[in-house]
Every structure is written in structure tokens, then in C-alpha cells.
């Protein structure tokens, strides 16, 4: 068979590790079929100047929040916290349009792609206009993210959230929260109308119950039941056990913390993304790690909301999965994300080189895989590295990069994660086997950071 597209790499990252002298293949559809180590380059094949990494997959985005990142870092109140922040976060939300979602998200894709991401989890709740009434031509939000990813190259898994109520025991949605809001069957249509338009441009569509204390259980059960019946292996994501005030409200509300609420209710498996998970006793811990439900970390968002640290060492003794996320965009950048999940462990466990494995000693390498693979389980797409029938969606590191130049290829994935001073070293990106940023940059770059700009322009001056 001939295969339009292959490349050799003297280093490359496959799932059981490091691999020597690698030659790729894919077909026209981007998935990959072949992956051979110990091979010679052919004569024609093109080589990759530096080590070979898959595709990060991002499990947790909501893209318009990068539209206010920094405005928010001032004390508003005597005790800022998660709850301050969302009444601003409410602002926003209150007066973006389609328009501007969509150059948002573009900038935002542009950027995940230059930063490592080959794909997304988009967490989808902004529906509506700023009255909270449906477009008269559909679902135009959606649209516009899906448009911006078409346009960028991401990958994309598309999570309308279900959102109803404001709090534990039915509170009634208050007026920052009108744009958000669906009744079930209105969710369910909306998948139904979402599903073509994601079909057609390869994007995986799943649904997002937004959190316990805003879907009922009654909802939810509708709502889980109503999604297999359009797509029984569709991803379902939602927040949990973010906040301490969430689990004392649950707690009140039912005699159960969430993580503990979910598992007795639900039928939590590997389908779904438990996102922050934050706060869990012990058990909670291991037990919804048991499932088969990925975890879904967001380091850096969960640093700058004040969030907490999330209890790895008792969701690995249920050989719980995990993937990383850039949840509200303060940081854009896989290997940050990464960086800083080790350096939270590091901190509360006063010890190095916590997420090593035994067989991968390398910190960088051993949560990049894990990473890679807890991700393509979320988004319920076949990114899950480079192995035949996944999607050719890789990247190459920087040789010459200063910090990772005369290193070998498992030291410069080290380097990269742990010591790139915050610079990329990301040479040449590929999704779907299509070069999308090459030499550092998207194409996109330049048009879509001033359309960026002149959006957050428009909402500053507004505020």
C-alpha cells in the first residue's frame, strides 16, 4: 500500500516509551498506519531534525474566559476567591457575541497548538444571547467554536453543558447565569442539531452536566439516558468537588460529598471526566478511580482560582487515569501544566520526581504518556500517541533550543517540561498528519492574535 504521507525520527515517544530510529506512516485521513523502530530513513522519506512527542490533548477548555486572563488579578473584597472571580467572570460572559467568541477561540487554538496541544475539550456553556434567548439561527456559539477550530487544525471534542439551577436542592439560575441555561429536552435537541456539523469536520460531540449544583438529579438522569440514545460511547464531562463551599453545600444538601454523591447516582465510568475532583476523601478518591474516569487536572487554572491540590496519591492506588487541561487560560502551555502538577506533589509530599514510574523513571516521560492517554480517553477521539490507528498527531522538539540543545531525546523531553524558562521549544506541530505550526509558528499567528486583541479591546472598554 502507498501511504501519502511518512516521516523518520531518530527519536520518538511511542506509547511503551522511547523508541530509536522511527518511521511514520499515515493515511489521507490522518490516521497513522504505520510506526516502525529500528528502521533506516528511506531515500525520499523526510526527517525530523529533533525528537518526536505526541499531541497533547487539552481535556478541559472554556475558550472564551482567555478574552479577560489578567484582569481579574486585584483584590476586589477583603478574602478574593473562586466565587469573586466567577461574579467576574459573569461580566464577560454577560456581553461577548458570536463574533467574538470566535476570534477568541481562534487566538486561544492558535495558541494551544504553538504550546503543545493537538487537541480540545471544549466545555461548552456559553448558549445564548445576552437576554438569555436562543439565536434565531441556532446554536451560533457552538458554531463559532467549531468554526475556529476547522479554521486553526485543533482537534475537537464539543461538551454542551447542561445548566439549570444555581445551586444544590433546585436554587433558581440568577441573571449572570441566563446565557448558560437549557431544559433537558432542549439539550437534547441541541445535540441532535450539533451532531452533523461536528461530524463533518472529524470533532467528537459528548455532553457536559456543568457541576451536581447545576443539573438535578433528575436532569441528569434524563439527560445521560437521552445521550445514549444518540451516541452510546459519547464522553461526558463535569465538574466536581472544585471548591470546599461545593462539598460542604452537597454534604448539606444530601448527606454526601459530590464524588461520593456521583458514584452512588450515576453510572461513572470510563466514559466520563471527572474535571478538578479537588477535594475527595480518601475513598472518594480510590473509588472513582476504579471506574475507569479520568481525572481531569488543571493545574494552573486550579493555582490561580485558589482552588486546591488534588489527591494523586490515593487516585493512583486505584489506577486512576488523568489528563490536563488549561480550563480558564492563564496559562497556555502543556508542559507548564505539567510542570506545575509535579511541583504541587513535590510541595505537599517533600519529595522529587513524584509521578516517575516504575517503568518510566523519567518524570517528563512518564506524565506525558499518562497524560496523552487519560486525554484521548476524555475526549473520546483516537489521539492517544503514536501507534497504528490513531491520528497522526505529533510534535517536534527544538534541537537547538538552549535549553534542550546536546541533550538526548528523553533529557530534552525533561528539559522542555522542567527547565525551558517558559520559552517554547516546540519546532514543528502535525494534527491529522497536517503541518499546522512550523518552525514555532501557526500560520494563522499574526491575523488572529490582532483580531484577539481588538476583541479584548471591545469588552475592556465595556466593562
Not at 474566559?65 to 473584597?77: I, K, M, S
Not at 469573586?84 to 467574538?100: F, K, N, T, V
Not at 523513571?361 to 497524560?371: D, Q, S, Y
Not at 535549553?403 to 520559552?423: C, E, Q, Y
Request: charged share 20%; net charge negative.
Amino acid at each position: 500500500m502507498k501511504h501519502a504521507n511518512r516521516l523518520w525520527a531518530a527519536d520518538a515517544l511511542l506509547p511503551e516509551g522511547w523508541a530509536r530510529n522511527v518511521s511514520l506512516a499515515w493515511d489521507a485521513q490522518g490516521r497513522l498506519t504505520e510506526v516502525r523502530s529500528d528502521t533506516a530513513a528511506e531515500p525520499e522519506q523526510p526527517r525530523a531534525t529533533g525528537p518526536l512527542i505526541p499531541g497533547m490533548p487539552n481535556l478541559h477548555s472554556h475558550a472564551f474566559q482567555r478574552g479577560f486572563c489578567g484582569l481579574t488579578e486585584y483584590r476586589g473584597q477583603t478574602a478574593d476567591s473562586f466565587w469573586s472571580w466567577r461574579e467576574l467572570m459573569y461580566r464577560c460572559a454577560g456581553r461577548i457575541d458570536p463574533a467574538q467568541v470566535e476570534a477568541i477561540a481562534t487566538w486561544l487554538y492558535v495558541e494551544m497548538l504553538e504550546a503543545g496541544y493537538a487537541s480540545v475539550c471544549e466545555f461548552h456553556y456559553l448558549h445564548h444571547d445576552p437576554q438569555g434567548e436562543p439565536y434565531p439561527q441556532g446554536p451560533e456559539m457552538a458554531h463559532a467554536i467549531l468554526r475556529a477550530a476547522e479554521r486553526t487544525g485543533m482537534g475537537m471534542t464539543l461538551l454542551p453543558v447542561l445548566y439549570q439551577t444555581s445551586g444544590f436542592g433546585g436554587a433558581p439560575a440568577h441573571a449572570g447565569q441566563r446565557r448558560f441555561l437549557h431544559d433537558t429536552a432542549a439539550m437534547l435537541r441541541l445535540l441532535d442539531t450539533l451532531k452533523p456539523a461536528c461530524d463533518a469536520q472529524g470533532a467528537r460531540l459528548g455532553l457536559a452536566p456543568h457541576s451536581l449544583r447545576a443539573v438535578p438529579p433528575a436532569s441528569l438522569t434524563e439527560a445521560l439516558d437521552g445521550l445514549d440514545a444518540i451516541d452510546p460511547t459519547a464522553p461526558i464531562h463535569i465538574h466536581i468537588a472544585e471548591q470546599v463551599k461545593e462539598v460542604e453545600d452537597c454534604i448539606a444538601w444530601s448527606g454526601l460529598p459530590p464524588v461520593r454523591w456521583l458514584l452512588e447516582h450515576a453510572p461513572v465510568g470510563p466514559r466520563w471526566c471527572l474535571v478538578h475532583a479537588t477535594h475527595m476523601t480518601a475513598d472518594e478518591a480510590t473509588d472513582a478511580a476504579r471506574t475507569g474516569a479520568v481525572a481531569g487536572l488543571c493545574p494552573t487554572t486550579e493555582a490561580n482560582l485558589g482552588d486546591g491540590l488534588f489527591d494523586m496519591a490515593h487516585w493512583r492506588e486505584g489506577a486512576g487515569r488523568w489528563g490536563i487541561g488549561s480550563d480558564s487560560h492563564s496559562t497556555v502551555n502543556a508542559a507548564e501544566e505539567l510542570q506545575w502538577l509535579e511541583y504541587g506533589l513535590r510541595l505537599t509530599t517533600r519529595q522529587r520526581n513524584v509521578m516517575a514510574e516504575a517503568g518510566q523513571p523519567h518524570v517528563a516521560t512518564a506524565m506525558t504518556l499518562a497524560a496523552v492517554a487519560g486525554g484521548a480517553q476524555a475526549s473520546g477521539r483516537p489521539v492517544a500517541g503514536l501507534a497504528p490507528g490513531q491520528q497522526a498527531d505529533f510534535l517536534e522538539l527544538e534541537p537547538g533550543h538552549v535549553a534542550l540543545a546536546g541533550l538526548p531525546a528523553r533529557d530534552m523531553l525533561s528539559a522542555h517540561v522542567f527547565g525551558s524558562h517558559r520559552t517554547s521549544a516546540i519546532r514543528n506541530v502535525w494534527v491529522g498528519g497536517r503541518s499546522r505550526v512550523r518552525e514555532g509558528r501557526h500560520a494563522l499567528r499574526d491575523a488572529a492574535a490582532a483580531a484577539f486583541v481588538d476583541v479584548r479591546r471591545t469588552l475592556v472598554a465595556a466593562s
